[in-house]
């Protein structure tokens, strides 16, 4: 499963409370992506990472920020939680294409993290 | 930014039977579609993609086709088996963004 783990699997909080997930990848590999999963929405981009310390926002990226200081580590951050970031949280990792033109990187998920926040 | 539409939200077939799920883009940019699937409570995993400079590609049972023209995308499932139940997520994406956008999934359903 492409060497990448997330952790914790499962957290419940509560409101207020500061929350940090952490992404963890072993290929070395250049971007990082975070996701929430929600029903109904599919997975929608909170931020994304193209190397140590560059950042970028996603679609739905206000309440979250993101920080990473190694390749192999990208770490979500929930400042202040609130009951609608209750969801499932995947991380991503990616490869740069090899086919033809388009060179835009195939994505591999990690396990996720259930986050119940009350 | 780039909006994908994915149909239907639902579909239930007969165990041998073809399976097709539709999506469309809108950003003419994306170059790069894959299809995800997703069992219950595991992470989703790629099956099959697709870049601009193809029009089909097949894997086995499996198979995807583009119109750049129209904007949209098909998912192909041939021989339907009883593992093939999960939901499925197409998505597009392009160098320049960098990120995938995704459809909302369609949960399959293959009856025995």
């Known amino acids: 499963d492409a060497g990448i783990t997330q952790s914790p699997r499962h957290k419940v909080t509560e409101t207020g409370t500061p929350v940090t997930l952490r992404c963890h990848q072993t290929?070395?590999?250049?971007?990082m992506y975070w996701y929430r999963q929600d029903p109904g929405h599919g997975l929608r981009l909170i931020h994304y990472?193209?190397?140590?310390?560059?950042?970028d926002k996603g679609e739905v990226s206000d309440g979250y920020s993101v920080s990473r200081s190694k390749t192999e580590d990208f770490l979500l951050t929930l400042e202040s939680a609130t009951s609608s970031q209750t969801s499932v949280y995947f991380c991503?990792?990616?490869?740069?294409?090899?086919?033809?033109?388009?060179?835009?990187?195939?994505?591999?998920f990690g396990p996720g993290t259930r986050l119940t926040v009350l | 930014g780039e909006n994908v539409e994915q149909h239907p939200s639902t579909l239930s077939v007969q165990e041998g039977d073809s399976a097709v799920i539709k999506c469309t883009y809108s950003d003419s940019a994306s170059n790069y579609f894959p299809w995800y699937k997703q069992e219950l409570g595991k992470r989703p995993q790629l099956i099959i993609d697709i870049r601009s400079n193809v029009g089909e590609k097949k894997d086995q049972r499996i198979a995807v086709t583009l119109n750049k023209t129209a904007k949209h995308f098909s998912l192909h499932i041939t021989e339907t088996q009883p593992e093939d139940s999960a939901v499925y997520f197409c998505a597009a994406g392009d160098t320049g963004r960098r990120a995938l956008t995704f459809g909302s999934g369609t949960r399959l359903q293959v009856q025995p």
């Open positions: 990472s193209y190397g140590v310390k560059d950042t």
């Open positions: 290929e070395n590999h250049r971007y």
């Open positions: 991503a990792i990616s490869e740069q294409g090899t086919s033809g033109r388009a060179l835009t990187d195939t994505q591999y």
